[in-house]
């Protein structure tokens, strides 16, 4: 017995309810275009950084605060002293070059600090405004077209009238523009997800299965996870590539409430509540306030109920914002 309800009687809860997704899937409205949030939603950006985010995210038409963000997460996963190997710096991964020639101070301090995110945030929401007025009278939409400005350079926006058709470029634009989402207040319902089914059918599978930190499911781990190693083996089996790292997966979609979370929904664990990168653990959402979850060292993957004081958030997974993920090395298993 785990929180009080078999293992036995949850199969079948799982499955009324897993049932029940599609049926109620008709009657939920996703936000459309005409009413996309431009919020940032709870704890996506470090509180640290949110109020410059929310600031500076609101310079030109063409940006907002949950776009700006998604640049930054994908530049650098918010670490101000990120370098790639092109030297680019920063949380805002300028190459010293672009920033001796766009970078501002932003917090008026009398220097223009490539490390210091109150001056670097600002610059990359400039920069982008720089880019969107460059590309002003191209027709299409204005965040589409700095972004593509901002990776191929205003010259290739202007010459083909909007994104050009270079694959790099293209996968730019939309892997931005979806991250975005993942940032965003959501004003509505947001849309259920379609693989939710098979990956709690997975998951169920687990069930009594040891906890393993670290662990992946692979056959020298005898079929053993951590949570976040469950959580991406049961989407992957629907066609998704998870991150590895539970803060990682976050991102991986748009984030209903606690009132509107489905079976599949992720959910999410941390000891700070307004930061998303300090997110400790992940569950799998099977209705009724319980998840599929691998818990700790000793434990087995089990029914455990979400509502504890280090409940997060819950993300709805899609293979779009899945894709839109950067890749970066993980930082290790969660939980």
């Known amino acids: 017995m785990v929180g009080g309800i078999g293992i036995g009687l949850c199969l079948t809860f799982v499955a009324l309810l897993v049932v029940g997704t599609y049926s109620a899937a008709a009657g939920l409205v996703g936000s459309g275009a005409g009413g996309r949030a431009v919020g940032l939603t709870k704890g996506a950006v470090?509180?640290?950084?949110?109020?410059?985010?929310?600031?500076?995210?609101n310079l030109c038409p063409a940006i907002n605060p949950p776009l700006l963000a998604a640049q930054l997460y994908s530049e650098s996963g918010w670490n101000p002293s990120a370098v790639s190997p092109a030297d680019a710096r920063g949380i805002a991964q300028f190459i010293p070059g672009t920033w001796a020639g766009h970078g501002i101070d932003g917090d008026g301090d009398g220097d223009r600090d490539i490390?210091?995110?109150?001056?670097?945030?600002?610059?990359?929401?400039?920069?982008?405004?720089?880019?969107?007025?460059?590309?002003?009278?191209?027709?299409?939409?204005?965040a589409s077209n700095m972004l593509a400005a901002y990776n191929a350079g205003a010259y290739a926006v202007i010459k083909y009238g909007g994104v050009p058709p270079y694959k790099e470029t293209q996968g730019y634009v939309k892997a931005i523009t979806t991250l975005a989402?993942?940032?965003?207040?959501?004003?509505?319902?947001?849309?259920?997800?379609?693989?939710?089914?098979?990956?709690?059918?997975?998951?169920?599978?687990?069930?009594?299965?040891?906890y393993l930190w670290g662990g992946n499911g692979t056959p020298d781990q005898d079929g053993r996870f951590d949570c976040s190693g469950l959580t991406k083996a049961a989407y992957e089996t629907?066609?998704?590539?998870?991150?590895?790292?539970?803060?990682?997966?976050?991102?991986?979609?748009?984030?209903?409430?606690?009132?509107?979370?489905?079976?599949?929904?992720?959910?999410?664990?941390?000891?700070?509540?307004?930061n998303s990168r300090e997110i400790r653990h992940v569950g799998l959402y099977v209705g009724g306030g319980y998840m599929i979850n691998a818990p700790y060292t000793g434990a087995v993957i089990r029914f455990d109920k979400i509502d504890t004081p280090d409940y997060f958030g819950a993300t709805r997974v899609t293979k779009d914002g899945a894709e839109a993920l950067p890749a970066r090395p993980a930082s290790g298993p969660a939980a």
Do not use: M
């Open 238 to 274: 629907v066609g998704i590539e998870l991150p590895r790292v539970a803060n990682d997966q976050y991102n991986a979609g748009p984030h209903p409430s606690r009132d509107q979370l489905l079976p599949g929904d992720l959910v999410f664990f941390s000891d700070d509540l307004t």
């Open 181 to 210: 989402k993942s940032f965003e207040r959501p004003v509505g319902r947001v849309a259920p997800s379609q693989q939710a089914a098979g990956a709690i059918y997975f998951a169920q599978k687990q069930l009594g299965t040891p």
């Open 115 to 142: 490390w210091d995110p109150k001056d670097a945030i600002p610059s990359a929401a400039s920069y982008d405004c720089e880019l969107a007025k460059d590309v002003a009278s191209v027709p299409g939409d204005d």
């Open 46 to 57: 470090p509180a640290k950084y949110q109020a410059l985010v929310e600031k500076w995210g």
